[in-house]
C-alpha cells in the first residue's frame, strides 16, 4: 500500500527548511528503491506549531515532531520500510482545536481528487443530489445556524433561499477568495490545503439557488492557491464532478477562476462583481442586493471561502451536530491567523465560544518575547482592538461586536507593550485611504482628514481638540459612506480611542509616545558614561547625524537624525538611549 | 516590436478569452505575465483585437494596483507590509533598502537592476516580516540581512548566468 507523508516545517521564525528535508528524504527513499511506494506532500498547514520539521504519515496515521534530518535513515527503514513507530519521534501537541473548515489540510493531497474523494469527499454533493430537494439542504443550513466566515455574518441559508427565490433562468454563484485582510491567511490555506471542498460547496450552493454558473475570485498574489484551484477544477470535470450531468443527475455546473489584481475594495460584493465583469472595481449603492441583480444583472449568491468549506460536512453529519458547537447565535467553529507578538504564529480553528485568551495564550503560547501582551487586534481595517481586560470574552459575532471589534474574516493579531495605538490606528487607517475607490466623498475625504491627525498626533503636533474631531469625522464617516470599506475604516481609530485614550493624551499633551514607535517623539542620545569613543555610530549613521571625536565624545544632532536605530543596534557598550 | 509579430502575439495571449464576458482583467494579467508589465503597444493592439476603446483598457490598468505601465526592473524587491510584518519590523527593511539603493518605494535603480515594491500580506505572516526577490521568498528578515540579500543577487545578475531566476 502507497504511504503519504505529510511535512511541514512548523517553526514560525526560521526560514522554512521542509523543501531540503524534503529532497534529502526523497533520495534515501529512492535508494532504498521505496520512492514509488511513498508519496511526499509539503502540507499547508497541520494544527501544529512550533514543533520543527512534523511529519504525519499515513495510512498508519503517526505524527513525527522535531524530525531531524540525522533521524531519516531510522524513519525511512524502522518506519517506512518496517512498519514500526519510533516512540522518540512522536509528536504530543494539545488538542485543543477542533477543525472542521481544516479538516483535510494536511489529511488530503490537495493536487489529487482521489484521495479526496476517499476522505468523503463528494459524499455530500452525491447526497445532494440523490435527494435532489434543495429544500431540505436550505432546512439542514438553517438548522446548523451557519453564518457567512466574510466577516458580515450573514446567515448563509438566507442568502441562498433569497438568489433560490427569484424566478430567472441564469443565476451565479461566487467564492471570494479576495482575502483582502493584510495580515491574515485563512482562505489562503483553505484554498491551497484543501481546494475540492471549496468547489464542493460552491457546486451545492449552485444547485440550491439554481446557478449553473460559479466563479472563484481568487488574489493575484496567491500563485499557488490559484493554481490548485484551477487544477482541481480541470480534475473534477475530468470525473464528471463539473460540467454536465453530475453524477448521473440533470444538475449541470460550470466553474471558472477569475483573478483580483491588487484592490482590497474588490472584497466588497459589488465591487467583486464589476471586477469580474471586466470593469474597475466600484461598489454601488445596494440594494439591489447581489441575490437579486447581481452578476451581469443576474441573481447571485457570494460567500466566502471558509463558509463553502463548512458546507459539506454539515450536510454529511447534519445541521444539529454542526449547531451543537459553539454559542447561542455564533455556531461551528471559526479560523484564525493568530499573528503578531505572538510565540506559535499559525492559524487555529477552535469553536466559537472559546475566548480570546484561551487562543492568545493556551493556544497561542503568549507573547513570547517576555513583554506584556497588551491587546488583539481583530478584523483587520475594518475591525477593532481588543485590550487584554476583555481576553475572557467569547468569540461570537455578536461578542466581539459589543466589544467594540469585528470578527471579520479572522484575523487576530497580538500587539505587546512595544507597540503603539496611534501608530496601529494610523497604519490600518493609511490601509483604507490608500484603497479607497475615491466614489464617495465620506470616505475619500473623511480617510484623508483623518489621517492627517493621527499624523499630527504622532509627530507631536496634536491638540486636545482634536481627539473631539477624530471621533466627529469617523461617526461621519460611518454612517454616510456608500460601501463597508468606508463604513468600517474609522473602527481601527475609535476601538484605539476608545480603549487607549490615555495613550492619545500623552501623545497630545506630554508630546510623548510611551512605546516609543512614533519616530518624532522620541529620541536618540548617547550615554556619555557608557561610550567608548570607538566611532562605530559615526560611521553608520546614513543621516550622518552624529558629530563629534575621540577625544571630546559624540552627540547625536536631533533634527537630522532619522530614528532608523542603527546606532542603538550597532553599539557594543548599549550607550546609546532611545527615550 | 513589429507590427506583424505583435498582432500574432497578442492574438495568442487573448486566445480564448477573446469571446468570455468580462476577459479584460485576464488578458491584462495574461499580458503582464509575459511581458512583466503592460506595454502601451500591446494595449493598443488589444483595444484593435478586442474591439474595444483605448481609454476604457487603460482605465482598467490604472485602478488595480496589481498592472504595472513600466518595465519592472531585473530583480523585484517586493517588502511585505501587512499588518503582522508591519508590526515585527518591515517599515525597518524598507527603509534600510530604500537607504542601500538610493531609491524609494515603487521606483527602479538607475541601471536598472533593482526594484522596490510594498505588496499587503503574502500570507506567511507567521515568518514575519517577509520580503520576496523575484518571488522567492525571505521570511524572518533582520536588517542586517538586507545587504546580504541585494549583493547576492547584484553578484548573480554581474556574473553573467543573465536572468536567471529562482522560483519559489
Ligand atoms: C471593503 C470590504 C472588503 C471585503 N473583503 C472580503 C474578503 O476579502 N473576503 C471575503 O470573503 N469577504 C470580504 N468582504 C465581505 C464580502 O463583501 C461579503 O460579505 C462576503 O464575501 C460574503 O460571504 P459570506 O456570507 O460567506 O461571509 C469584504 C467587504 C468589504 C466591505
Ligand atoms: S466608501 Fe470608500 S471604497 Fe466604498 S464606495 Fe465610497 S469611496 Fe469607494
Ligand atoms: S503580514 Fe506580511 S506576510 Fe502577512
Redesign the pocket.
Known amino acids: 500500500m502507497i504511504k503519504r507523508i505529510f511535512i511541514r516545517d512548523t517553526n514560525s521564525s526560521s526560514a522554512d527548511k521542509a523543501r531540503d528535508f524534503c529532497n534529502v528524504l526523497r533520495n534515501q527513499l529512492r535508494e532504498k528503491q521505496m520512492d514509488e511506494k511513498v508519496q511526499l506532500i509539503r502540507a499547508a498547514d497541520m494544527g501544529v506549531y512550533n514543533q520543527g520539521i512534523v511529519m504525519r504519515i499515513l495510512p498508519d496515521d503517526l505524527l513525527y515532531g522535531q524530525v531531524e534530518e540525522k533521524d531519516i535513515p531510522r524513519i525511512v527503514s524502522e518506519t517506512i520500510c518496517g512498519g514500526k513507530r519510533l516512540n522518540d519521534l512522536m509528536c504530543h501537541h494539545a488538542a485543543r482545536q477542533c477543525r472542521i473548515v481544516l479538516r483535510n489540510c494536511g489529511v488530503v493531497d490537495p493536487e489529487s481528487i482521489e484521495d479526496y474523494i476517499a476522505q468523503d469527499g463528494y459524499q455530500a454533493l452525491a447526497k445532494v443530489l440523490e435527494q435532489n430537494d434543495p429544500e431540505k439542504v436550505l432546512a439542514e443550513l438553517k438548522t446548523s445556524g451557519l453564518r ?5 455574518g ?1 446567515p ?1 441559508w438566507l ?1 441562498w433561499n433569497l438568489a433560490r427565490n427569484v424566478k430567472e433562468s441564469q443565476k451565479y454563484v461566487i467564492c ?1 477568495g ?4 493584510p495580515g491574515a491567511y485563512m ?1 489562503r490555506s483553505v484554498l491551497e490545503g484543501d481546494p475540492y471542498s471549496v468547489i464542493e460547496g460552491l457546486t451545492i450552493a449552485g444547485f440550491v439557488t439554481g446557478a449553473s454558473k460559479g466563479y472563484f475570485y481568487i488574489r493575484a498574489e496567491y500563485p499557488l492557491a490559484i493554481e490548485r484551484i484551477q487544477k482541481a477544477i480541470d480534475q473534477a470535470y475530468a470525473c464528471g464532478l463539473l460540467g454536465e450531468n453530475i453524477l448521473g443527475s440533470t444538475f449541470r455546473f460550470d466553474a471558472e477562476v477569475r483573478l483580483g489584481a491588487g484592490a ?2 474588490c ?3 459589488t465591487a467583486l462583481i464589476a471586477s469580474i465583469e471586466g470593469k474597475r472595481g466600484y461598489p454601488r449603492p445596494r440594494p439591489p442586493y447581489p441575490s437579486t441583480q447581481g452578476l451581469w444583472g443576474k441573481p447571485t449568491v ?4 471558509e ?1 463553502l468549506a463548512n458546507i459539506s460536512p454539515i450536510i454529511l453529519k447534519s445541521g444539529k451536530w454542526f449547531a451543537g458547537i459553539g454559542t447561542e447565535t455564533s455556531k461551528g467553529t471559526k479560523v484564525f491567523a493568530v499573528t503578531g507578538k505572538v510565540k506559535n504564529s499559525g492559524l487555529v480553528e477552535v469553536p466559537m465560544g472559546t475566548s480570546i485568551r484561551e487562543i492568545v495564550f493556551d493556544i497561542g503560547g503568549g507573547a513570547g518575547s517576555g513583554k506584556k501582551v497588551k491587546a488583539v487586534q481583530t478584523g483587520g481595517p ?1 475591525g477593532g482592538v481588543i485590550p487584554e481586560d476583555f481576553f475572557n470574552t467569547p468569540v461570537g459575532y455578536e461578542n466581539l461586536q459589543k466589544i467594540g471589534s469585528i470578527m471579520g ?1 479572522g484575523g487576530m493579531i497580538v500587539m505587546d507593550e512595544s507597540d503603539c495605538m496611534v501608530d496601529i490606528a494610523k497604519f490600518y487607517l493609511r490601509f483604507c485611504v490608500d484603497e479607497s475607490c475615491g466614489k464617495c466623498a465620506p470616505c475619500r475625504i473623511g480617510g484623508t482628514q483623518l489621517l492627517n491627525l493621527l499624523e499630527k498626533i504622532s509627530d507631536g503636533k496634536g491638540e486636545e481638540a482634536h481627539l473631539a474631531a477624530l471621533r466627529r469625522i469617523s461617526f461621519a464617516m460611518q454612517k454616510a459612506s456608500l ?3 468606508g463604513q ?1 475604516a474609522p473602527n481601527p481609530v475609535l476601538s484605539t480611542l476608545n480603549y487607549f485614550e490615555d495613550e492619545y493624551r500623552t501623545h497630545v499633551l506630554e508630546k510623548r509616545c510611551p512605546a516609543r514607535k512614533c519616530g518624532r517623539l522620541f529620541r536618540y542620545s548617547i550615554i556619555q558614561e557608557k561610550c567608548k569613543r570607538c566611532g562605530l555610530c559615526v560611521r553608520n549613521c546614513p543621516s550622518d547625524a552624529i558629530s563629534g571625536n575621540r577625544e571630546k565624545g559624540y552627540v547625536i544632532d536631533e533634527a537630522k537624525c532619522s530614528r532608523c536605530g542603527l546606532c542603538l543596534e550597532t553599539c557594543k557598550p548599549n550607550a546609546i538611549l532611545r527615550g | 516590436m513589429d507590427a506583424a509579430q505583435l498582432e500574432k502575439d497578442v492574438s495568442e495571449i487573448a486566445g480564448d478569452w477573446k469571446n468570455k464576458e468580462g476577459n479584460l482583467i485576464m488578458i491584462l494579467h495574461r499580458i503582464q505575465s509575459k511581458y512583466g508589465y503592460v506595454p502601451r503597444e500591446v494595449s493598443l493592439e488589444i483595444s484593435k483585437h478586442l474591439d474595444i476603446p483605448l481609454a476604457r483598457i487603460y482605465e482598467v490598468i490604472t485602478f488595480y494596483n496589481y498592472f504595472k505601465l513600466e518595465p519592472p526592473g531585473k530583480c523585484t524587491i517586493s517588502v511585505c507590509m501587512g499588518t503582522a510584518c508591519y508590526l515585527k519590523g518591515a517599515p525597518t527593511l524598507l527603509n534600510e533598502l530604500e537607504r542601500v539603493l538610493g531609491i524609494t518605494e515603487g521606483q527602479t535603480t538607475k541601471d536598472g537592476m533593482f526594484r522596490v515594491e510594498v505588496v499587503r500580506c503574502l500570507g506567511c505572516c507567521g515568518l514575519a516580516p517577509v520580503l520576496t526577490v523575484d518571488g522567492k521568498i525571505y521570511q524572518g528578515v533582520k536588517k542586517n540581512e538586507i545587504g546580504e540579500i541585494i549583493s547576492k543577487y547584484a553578484a548573480e545578475e554581474n556574473g553573467g548566468n543573465g536572468g536567471h531566476k529562482e522560483k519559489p
Request: a negative charge; one cysteine or more; proline letters at 0%.
Open positions: 457567512g466566515r466574510g466577516g458580515a450573514y448563509t442568502k471570494n479576495d482575502e483582502g485582510d482562505d482590497f475594495v472584497g466588497e460584493e457570494i460567500n466566502n471561502v463558509t475594518s474574516s460601501c463597508g470599506l468600517t
